[in-house]
């Protein structure tokens, strides 16, 4: 299930990585959310370099991994990404959030190849993940992983609570959720985010969010019959 | 079959039939009663089928749990998870049919239902009970009137509204084999029979003289209207599927004619299909009379004949109505 990059159609090579920051600058002309958008660099590359299984060849396999990002805001270093990964030219960068390009400063799905869901408005991913692993089930397609990215302050929206203890309660093994924290909801902490998210009945995992072997170890903690939070832990926004 | 659900606090099923003063004569069997029981053979027939739900209804669907363990999904009293859950089973392509009082389903999760479904471009069927006046000791938080017209707000919902279970079967049908966004509001109240629904049409029920009004009935306000108008010369119309409008249909109607005067009678927001009238008959000279339940809160509970006779809504109030309405013809002042 680990892809490198080298191998990755329309991958970019072993320095995959170090050449985000590049493919960012190409978006770095508009400059909303560019704090947001490096929050989750660490986290977005592990998942597609080593986690999930999907590639552009397999962009629309039923048996694809998915991965959503709920957290619409700041998509550049998603779309680095997915332009690493060969999922669209890496050109496509240049027009980020034109008129005439597909890149948003919110993805759109049926505009961005690779982009499970169009996001922007929280709390929508965590619901919409729940109802595609359940999906994914319902058809028998027991190997599909759901990995849905959020903000630890986009866990402000109730829509994410009711999928939470759902999701715990059912034991939904095969959903993920990946928590960026950085530490930018006014009211509340991480700490009692990762306590409700077990006392729901999920896996948690807790990792420095730039490390990117503690990211690959906490991504795949085995969490049989419940579904699994990695809190991510980066900089704080404010600092 | 009982749909009650045994829930506590306000998810309380409305009663099936009312105790004390009785609307036009219902069947015993509801549209939600129907709804329960082909939704339970169409997911034995159809594998990509799925149902939602938000408990209400729940116990209806047991037995249908029993047999498709992961097809029947109860989330509990949680109406943004209900939507987003049957959105996201239909990227997993799955055909969900979603579930619970249209005041839930539609008002509360309403940005669910716009970016769930709509903004992420996937197909599903929405299914609501008690629509505006169905359950009127439960009061106004159950009550939905503007549930069509906030869909109006959206692009590509087909929205049916049946008038007799049966219509409600054929309509459901419709929906599930299909792939696009729909909506089946299902009332309480019923036609004493049904028609041949389906296809969008507008059904042509009687033809009046060239300057009768053209009466449009909405789903189970077909029975109310036809006794209003007996003995009038009117043209009336039935429509069980209100979007898309049958714009085609309408303007089949008033062929021929210089003048037209069209009154709507809707189960829901009074005036919510004006704008389609508008629109359908751009060419023609018309008045339009949207007929329904008002914006203003009735604070009464009582039985749903009650609520229709305070809305207008019974024989004797659409008479009144369509009768002034026509002769306002002409009148400048």
Known sequence: MTATASTTPGGIGQSGFA???????????????????????????????RVLRVTPATADAPDRDRFLLSKGHGPMAYYAVLAAKGFFPRDWLDGFGGFDSPLGHHPD???????????????????????????????????????????????DEGSNHEAIDFAGASGLDSLHVVVIDNASASWGTARSQADRFAAAGWSVAEVDGRDHEALYAGFTRPHP???HAVFAHVEPKSA | MTTRTGTTRSTTAPPTTTATSTPPAPPAETMRDRFVSVTGGLLDEDPRTAVVLAEISAAGFTGAARRHPHRVINVGIREQLLVGTGAGLALAGMR????????????????????????????????????????????????????????????????????????????????????????????????????????????????????APVVIAVGPLLDATAEALAGLDATLLY??????????????????????????????????????VAEALRALPHRTLGL???????????TMADHLGAHGLDAAGLRRQVTEFASLRGQTG
């Open chain 1, 225 to 227: 019959g419940r579904p």
């Open chain 1, 109 to 155: 799905r049926t505009l961005v190849p690779g982009a499970e869901i169009a996001s922007g408005s929280l709390g929508h991913g965590l619901p919409l993940g729940v109802g595609t692993a359940l999906g994914l089930r319902a058809r028998d397609l027991t190997e599909p992983a759901v990995w849905v990215l959020v903000g630890d302050a986009e866990l």
């Open chain 2, 96 to 211: 969900p049919i979603v579930h619970t009082f249209a005041s839930f389903l539609v008002e509360r999760p309403f940005e669910q239902v716009k970016l769930d479904f709509q903004h992420q471009d996937v197909g599903g069927v929405l299914v609501s009970a008690a629509g505006s006046y169905d359950w009127p000791q439960g009061g106004f938080t159950h009550m939905s009137p503007g549930d069509v017209a906030l869909l109006d707000t959206l692009d590509g919902w087909t929205v049916h509204v049946p008038g007799h279970p049966d219509e409600a079967e054929a309509l459901l049908r419709e929906a599930v084999r299909g792939e696009d966004r729909v909506y089946v509001r299902l009332s309480e109240q019923s036609n004493a029979a049904p028609r041949a629904v389906g296809g969008g049409r507008l059904l042509r029920l009687r033809d009046g003289g060239p300057d």
């Open chain 2, 292 to 302: 329904g339940v008002p914006r203003a809160e009735l604070r009464r509970y009582g």
């Open chain 1, 19 to 49: 050449e985000l920051a590049g493919l960012m600058t190409r978006m770095a002309g508009a400059e909303k959310h560019v704090p947001a958008a490096h929050s989750t660099t660490d986290a977005l590359w592990v998942l597609y370099d």
């Open chain 2, 239 to 276: 429509a069980a599927t209100v979007r898309p409008f049958d714009r085609a249909g309408l303007r089949e109607a008033v062929a021929g004619r210089a003048t037209a005067d069209v009154v709507l009678v809707e189960p829901y927001l009074a005036g919510t299909s004006t704008r389609e």
